[in-house]
């Protein structure tokens, strides 16, 4: 049900674009960028800053030279990304690169106040190209960030450990891992934030490894009957991991037990889901995206960290029939299922992340160039601070 106070606020650009990221914030604002995808149009990067008091976006414009397919920022630097592109080479030859950025020019918001912004009227900055990892003739998709001196970039059929030093502009390979399957390339990749993972999805199997040893930590072999397109890690439940397939379910595993099958499964879109991801201040929310135009936020309250102290011991449960409070407590209390299903999308919604500094913010980004940013809904939000 679409709550009465709900606002969003939607921000349009005129090229096409499957890739967003929240930027690591300084002053309390909320930052994400976005970065476009045209075969034969300039393509862009466009840094959004929301605004919560008058509750606008206004945005700064960097001219990128290639189709962007993907891009990352950095987790500590809010100036710093990298950015995974194609390259035409005399009009046949594609080659595939990424390379890290750092945005010149000041932040600077817009004095329009429509919630539908154009962004033609937007200021415009400079990038600075710092380094490049050399992939070769590979295929490179995605890169994860370690820190500020360690990237791993996922390619086709390998993964690549890099040294990074930014202000040298200089990389080092010091590790790569080959893809296990010869019969399915890498999808995508998560970082575990609670140790030294990466973790992997192939086809429809899923693997961890070690990244000082290089070795396989666990191993979910042909997990579903779908291939996986989009992975993400809890980032306060250790071993806990989310998938989205094209098949429409999100799965989510608990990695301890590889062959006990998914902990929770759901179904909630009628098309490919291209992105998941998890709230990192309240686990139990996320966020999934489809090519079903729509984006959808999820309780999974049971299988989070606040688990214990909302549901307890099944003794904790036990309830007098004849007391009222009881049954009114439990209505307030967060349960497992859709919270709300969000429609302002007419294209594939490839992208949604949540701000970093905002707990009830988020933002999903469509292949028409429409970005909407949306808010967990008060009575979730409300049910969630109670309990």
Known sequence: MEPTDHRSCAYGLRHQTRCLSAIKSNDGKSRFIIGTQELLKPNEVHLLTFDEDMFEISS?????????????????????????????????????????????????????????????????????????LDVGDGTVKKVIWQDNTEVISVEDWRMCIWDIDIKQGTTKLTGSINAPDKNFKFTNAVMNPHSQEVVAVYGRSIQGWNLGSLKPTFTITDSQPALILCIDY???????????????????????????????????????????????????????????????????????????????????????????????????????????????????????????????????????????????PSEEKFKIIMN
């Not at 890290?100 to 429509?114: C, I, T, V």
């Not at 099958?261 to 990192?280: C, E, F, L, R």
């Open 60 to 132: 700064t414009i960097y001219s990128h030279p290639h189709e962007i397919w993907d891009i990352s920022a950095s987790k500590d630097d809010p100036d710093l990304f990298f950015t995974c592109y194609k390259q035409v080479l005399d009009g046949q030859k594609v080659l595939s690169k990424a390379s890290l950025w750092r945005m010149k020019q000041e932040r600077s918001n817009s004095d329009q106040g429509d919630l539908e912004i154009s962004h033609h009227q937007q200021p415009r900055g400079e990038l600075d190209h710092i380094l490049s």
């Open 234 to 376: 809890n980032p306060n439940r250790p071993f806990q991991i989310a998938t989205g397939g094209d098949d429409c379910k999100v799965r989510i595993w608990d990695v301890r037990d590889p062959t006990a099958g998914p902990i929770m499964t759901i179904q909630d879109h009628t098309h490919w889901v291209w992105s998941v991801a998890y709230n990192k201040f309240h686990d139990q929310l996320m966020l999934t995206s489809s090519s079903d135009c729509q984006v959808n936020l999820q309780s999974i309250v049971s299988i989070s960290t606040g688990a214990g102290y909302k549901y307890g011991d099944a003794g904790d449960l036990e309830q007098d029939p004849d007391d009222d409070s009881d049954a009114d407590n439990m209505q307030d209390t967060p349960t497992d299922g859709l919270v709300q299903a969000f429609d302002q999308h007419e294209d594939s919604v490839y992208q949604v992340a949540w701000s970093s500094v905002d707990p009830w913010l988020f933002l999903s980004l469509s292949y028409d160039g429409r970005a909407v940013m949306n808010q967990v």
